[in-house]
């Protein structure tokens, strides 16, 4: 692998799994858990004649920021599209209920200074959702999930990161907005359902998935951002990843409680907020929105490189 | 001697084109002009049964709505048609035959249309005429096949009829001549209708009818290679290429195939050429389409020109902006040219090179399936050893001296050779041997009655085949036993390479016919992505400081 | 349908240990593949297990881990690989790339 150092300055975006776990820790710091001496391999794959990998398509362990403990959690788009099945997405949960487990025995030991050791999860979403082969267990793994995000609420933060080329779709899509932060680079694209099955279901006329303009426009980060539902645009560099988590792991979590997109009554007013609006505008593409709130060129954006966007840019001012 | 003279007209020709002319009259609006709703109108009254007619068609630019109107016409009035066409990839311009409006069809190239041919031809829909190459099909426009009714695609008109193709050229030139200077009609499709035009392309006398088509003509960015997607066997390939081939023979014009193994190519220049010294030695005039993936080798100055078959979407004004490089009109646009591009590869490039999909132990090298006339488009125009050459080069005159039967067929007499490079993987996708006993050629020929073999690219011209085993020098062979000999030795695990007799392969190895990775001096763990001088379409963007505008599909942002 | 497990051993000639204990490399992508190598005692022989889709290559992946082997002269070691269709070439680059990383000092 890179060393680290190459790590930092490399693109996220072309990174795999493995190499996005070790740089978005601090250098060296990074030890995984369930990797592939440990062949920890989905049992169902074989039978179905389906390739199978040594940790199942996602990279779990545990790295340092500062000094608080990361669990990453980093899903390899390359095997089957980075869907979950069972064994995966048991490491998923596995990962998430050790930070927890961790969190309140950091809590005992550091009463005083706990804030600074508190632990965080970070996951490098590259999904299209359930793993057909063994779509029971992926379900199943979903739900568990978002389960342990709850038990971790305003306890320990649940970072999103999305960067990578399958972007995270599908039921993915949900558990990423679950979570409390997102951090994302301008490739990086969430949504539900795919563009290839929007195009299948409503017609090229409604959504042309071969349009990567349009379809970067609809799912694409600087979209999510403008809209909010993304809190961090960053560069295309895993270092950059890594400065946006050390700047999440020192916020207070009340801070960091209030960039959530859904969990409170006040939210979900707040979403409705957008359906409504949605409803009364009737926006033909995104760019309609973006002009709502305030872009005046909104056609120059998707040219803009990440650092010009991020000094132009009119975001949706959350009430 | 007595002379029998014949008594006829001399000008039947220009009669029937002027009765066509004169009936098709009421339909025109102002000047040259028809209307689209009268388009069908126009054909059905200028064409008429067992006509030739040219639809242009090009590897990017089509005269779609032409070919729609085509299909639209009643098959009782117009019928037996003769279609002379570079290429066919519209379903229309198979439509026409299911109709019944047309019966024979020659044409270069089919694309997406291959395996609808094969069908036509096996149930009696379509008599073909022959598979050509381009010039050979532009010269037979001027021999054989010269159209009655040319139906063409331009960019813009004027009112006089006068045409503006810019960057998109292409093969307009040589149809509207043929078909004109021998009284034929020539119908335009065109964008739009200007008063002033930037440029003209094709004066107006030429033109007979333009129709403003309802939509822009089809356009596709076909040879826009997504550097994400180039894989490290072909920096592999790549890197051998460049040491073992460019290097060694300092190639300086050429010809670069469409694949993602020449883009690699093109990539690697300002990173392994680079370190390899070579600037300045190599690959300074092409003849090719304006790829995307050259931006890089032109910022760091490696290329002095280059001129287009066609253009490229998005590459408008990158191009423009490099007047120094491209052909560039007095407007500030390119003007492609497919003709004179096919004649500078044929007659004037020292190499050609590019992918392949099977090679047979005599090393003929060809891309047709079983069930698919695709045709050949230029390649083999390219792919040859052009005998009508008469200039010398360091690269032509060394793979001449080079050749291993000089003795017994050129005499004293010094000669040079063209460089025919092909490029192969033992195994491609799905596992597909790229190394066969017998070509699938054999096949398509018995199924589609085809009188011979549609080979891209014949043993005899074949000069270097580079797989990710080695390069085989084959124009250095003595024998037909000796070059086959040496297509195994680097044809790896295939039924091919399988009967490679590692004796007789180490023998061309030392005799450097053969040369691997590790003769090169190449290290393998070393040949990655990471080589490449853009990862991806944005980094292209970078390289060419914003002027290159992706088409939406190469976009992720 | 299912997959199949293909194991091999070679004599090596030159019997070259890896420096790492073991050393991964790799995805199983579609057309790739992944190689876990181990640093084992094995009398000098190398010892490979394949798991792979494809089905009528046993004889090419043995040539090829041959080839590699003797081109390499590595030894001790087992060598695990999850394939999925990977061509013969990027096996051998992919092995290449492995061994590379296995004998390499841990960079900064």
């Known amino acids: 692998m890179r060393s680290w150092n190459e790590l930092e300055t490399g693109s996220f975006f072309d990174a795999n799994a493995r190499e996005r776990a070790v740089g978005m820790v601090d250098k060296g710091s990074f030890t995984e858990l369930l990797g592939p001496l440990d062949r920890f391999m989905s049992p169902h794959l074989p039978v179905l004649g389906t390739a199978v990998e040594f940790d199942d398509g996602t990279v779990t362990g545990v790295g340092l920021i500062g000094k608080h403990p990361v669990f990453v959690i980093s899903m390899e788009g390359k095997f089957i599209g980075g869907a979950i099945g069972e064994v995966n997405g048991a490491k998923m949960v596995g990962s998430i209920r050790l930070a927890l487990k961790t969190a309140e025995e950091l809590k005992a030991a550091h009463p005083d200074d706990y804030e600074e050791r508190r632990p965080m999860v970070v996951i490098s979403f590259e999904t299209g959702g359930v793993r057909l082969h063994e779509a029971n267990a992926g379900l199943l793994a979903h739900a568990e999930v978002m389960d342990a995000f709850q038990d971790c609420r305003k306890k320990l933060p649940v970072v999103s990161v999305v960067g990578s080329k399958v972007g995270c779709f599908g039921g993915m899509g949900f558990v990423a907005a679950a979570t409390d932060v997102i951090i994302m680079n301008e490739q990086g694209r969430i949504g539900l359902t795919g563009p290839e099955v929007i195009e299948q279901e409503m017609g090229k006329e409604e959504f042309d998935a071969s349009n990567k303009a349009l379809v970067y426009r609809t799912t694409g980060a600087k979209h999510k951002y403008i809209i909010g539902d993304c809190n961090y645009l960053v560069e295309d560099k895993i270092g950059a990843f890594h400065a946006a988590l050390a700047d999440v792991a020192a916020k207070s979590m009340e801070e960091i409680e209030g960039m959530r997109r859904i969990g409170s009554l006040k939210l979900v007013q707040e979403q409705q907020g957008l359906v409504k609006l949605v409803g009364d505008m009737q926006p033909k593409d995104s760019m309609d929105l973006w002009k709502y709130y305030g872009n005046e060129d909104p056609a120059e954006l998707p040219e803009m490189t990440t650092e010009e966007f991020l000094k132009v840019v009119k975001r949706r001012v959350r009430p | 001697m007595e002379f029998q003279k014949v008594t006829r007209e001399w000008d039947t020709r220009k009669k029937d084109t002027l009765a066509r002319l004169n009936a098709a009259a009421p339909l025109v609006k102002e000047g040259k002009i028809v209307d689209a709703k009268d388009a069908v109108a126009l054909l059905e009254t200028v064409i008429k049964p067992f006509d030739k007619v040219n639809i242009e068609g090009n590897n990017q630019k089509q005269a779609d709505f032409l070919a729609q109107c085509l299909c639209k016409m009643d098959p009782g009035k117009v019928h037996d048609l003769h279609m002379v066409q570079s290429v066919l990839t519209l379903p229309e311009h198979l439509d026409v035959f299911e109709k019944g409006i047309a019966k024979k069809l020659d044409m270069s190239f089919s694309g997406p249309q291959a395996g609808r041919i094969a069908e036509f031809l096996q149930a009696g829909k379509l008599e073909l005429g022959a598979i050509h190459t381009y010039l050979e099909l532009y010269g037979r426009y001027f021999l054989d096949l010269t159209p009655k009714v040319a139906l063409v695609a331009a960019t813009m008109a004027d009112r006089e009829g006068n045409l503006f193709t810019g960057f998109s050229t292409e093969d307009t030139p040589a149809i509207v001549e043929a078909t004109k200077f021998r009284q034929g009609i020539v119908v335009v499709q065109v964008n739009q209708i200007v008063d002033k035009l930037p440029r003209v392309d094709i004066p107006g006398d030429w033109v007979d009818f333009v129709i403003q088509s309802p939509k822009p003509f089809y356009i596709e960015p076909l040879f826009t290679r997504d550097p994400a997607l180039i894989t490290d066997a072909q920096v592999l390939k790549g890197m051998m290429a460049i040491k073992g081939i460019y290097g060694e023979y300092q190639v300086e014009s050429m010809n670069h195939g469409i694949g993602f193994d020449t883009a690699a190519i093109e990539l690697l220049l300002p990173t392994y050429g680079e370190q390899l010294g070579l600037k300045g030695k190599i690959c300074k005039n092409f003849i090719l389409n304006p790829h995307p993936s050259l931006i890089p080798a032109i910022e760091t100055g490696w290329v002095e020109s280059v001129h287009c078959f066609g253009g490229e979407l998005g590459m408008e004004d990158y191009v423009a902006a490099r007047s120094d490089i491209f052909f560039v009109g007095p407007d500030g646009s390119m003007r492609s040219n497919r003709a004179f591009s096919q004649t500078a590869g044929h007659y004037a490039i020292d190499m050609f090179i590019g992918g392949t999909l099977q090679i047979d132990p005599y090393g003929n090298s060809s891309t047709a399936t079983a069930n698919r006339v695709a045709g050949f488009g230029g390649a083999p125009n390219m792919g040859c050893d052009p005998k009508g050459r008469r200039h010398s080069s360091y690269a032509w005159l060394k793979c001449g001296e080079e050749y291993g039967i000089k003795e017994q067929l050129w005499g004293p007499v010094h000669r040079g050779k063209r460089l025919v490079v092909q490029l192969a993987e033992t195994f491609r996708e799905k596992l597909a041997p790229g190394f066969v006993e017998e070509l699938d050629a054999f096949k398509l020929a018995k199924n589609a009655n085809l009188a011979i073999e549609p080979v891209m690219i014949y043993g005899d011209d074949l000069t270097h085949v580079i797989t990710e085993e080695g390069i085989a020098y084959l124009h250095k062979c003595r024998t037909m036993e000796e070059r086959t000999a040496a297509i195994r030795g680097i044809a790896g695990f295939t039924e091919v390479g399988m009967k490679a007799d590692p004796k007789e392969t180490k023998r061309l190895r030392e005799a450097g016919i053969i040369k691997t990775p590790a003769d090169l001096g190449i290290d393998i763990s070393k040949a990655t992505r990471s080589m490449l001088a853009a990862k991806n379409v944005h980094d292209l963007v970078e390289w060419s400081g914003g002027l290159y505008n992706p088409p939406a599909k190469f976009r992720n942002w | ?108």
């Open chain 3, 1 to 108: 349908m299912a997959l199949q497990t293909l194991e091999f051993t070679f004599k090596s000639e030159a019997t070259q240990a890896i420096a790492k204990p073991w050393s991964h490399l790799g995805v199983t992508g579609s057309g790739d593949l992944e190689v876990l190598m181990e640093k084992k005692d094995l009398g000098g022989d190398v010892k490979a297990k394949v798991i792979t889709p494809v089905k009528g290559f046993d004889q090419v992946w043995e040539r090829m881990l041959a080839k590699f082997v003797n081109d390499t002269g590595v030894g001790n070691v087992s060598i695990e690989i999850n394939d999925d269709n990977a061509t013969p070439i990027v096996v051998y680059m992919r092995l290449r790339q492995a061994l590379a990383e296995a004998q390499a000092e841990e960079a900064e």
